[in-house]
């Protein structure tokens, strides 16, 4: 803006200088309308500026931490009136780590349609919320800033990355409890002593790398993965990658899962995780609050059911504690 106020300075000296070269009626006509200029342009720009609209445009399926989730805005200006640019700035905030991000660009907007192709990297896990923080065009000389109040926004899950290499051990609690389904169809449930070795699922116990045996039984939930949302920020990073691997790999298995999540303040939230899109559910509820700080004192694993269980504790990357 301030170029194209000295250009527009630099006309204006050029228009005086003229007039006082050539007195008369061409050198007052000449100046009065370089006077006026500016006031013509922002009456030409103002309507279409005024109405200038931003579509915030994410990917459905979502990003992953660490990783770039691309962004697209679509600007569209009505009735195709001149403008000569539009600036806006995208500000991104996770509302799981409360990290923040902004960028700004600034270009011509040509046939008064176009597409801005942009991405963003967020080093935590959660929901992700981007906004155009400001949205404007510019008059056709460039000399006034005009501020829209149409600027879109919207929220993507930014997923954990998914841990590689596991170690799934599940673990009998004991006694009659829940178990799950196998994916011939069968009930499955954890190898008890006394267990003929007729019943023992060997396919899915490799998978597991746990013995599990058919049951004629039915039952809830195929396995129980347990968590709680305390601890260091990379822990806690650590942990949910975890999860989200250990809980992926068990519905690569057909085996349904029950989530069980201890929140902030110590109540246990329970989450059927059968499918995909329940996985996408689960992720994206508890991205969408930052956590409770990490505890003075270290808390013991929270009663789970009986069956074939997982309790994610705060352990190095790739154990999974039973």
Known sequence: MALCWLRYGMGLCGAALFYVLFPGWLGGYVLVLTLL????????????????????????????????????????????LPLSRVAFQLEYQNLFS??????????????????????????????????LRYF?????????????RK??????????????????????????????K?????????YKPGDSLRSIHWKNSARLQTLL?????????????????????????????????LLTELLGQEIACLAMVRQGGGEVNRFPVENKEDLQKLFWTLGEKKPAPAPQEAESPFEVPEGLSFWLGDEEEGEVQP
């Open 151 to 180: 600027g879109g926004e919207g929220t993507v899950l930014c997923r954990p990355a998914k841990a590689e290499g596991l170690g799934m051990r599940g673990q009998d609690a004991g006694g009659e409890g829940d178990e799950g």
């Open 213 to 245: 045996v058919r049951s004629e039984g039915g039952g809830r939930a195929g396995a129980v993965v347990a968590f709680d949302l305390r601890g260091t920020p990379e822990g806690l990073q650590n942990k949910l990658d975890r999860a989200f691997g």
């Open 37 to 80: 200029l500016p006031l013509f342009s922002l009456a030409l720009s103002l309507p279409t500026a005024l109405l200038l609209q931003g579509e915030v445009l994410l990917p459905p399926e979502g990003g992953r931490r660490g990783a770039a989730c691309p962004v697209r805005v679509h600007l569209k200006a009505p009735w195709g």
């Open 98 to 131: 409360g990290q923040k991000g902004r960028e700004s660009h600034s270009f011509p907007l040509a046939g008064g349609e176009e597409w801005v192709e942009s991405a963003f990297t967020s080093r935590s896990f959660g929901v992700v919320q981007c906004r």
């Open 182 to 190: 196998s994916p011939t169809g069968g009930e499955v449930r954890p």
């Open 136 to 148: 404007r065009g510019y008059d056709l000389l460039g000399l006034f800033p005009i501020f829209s």
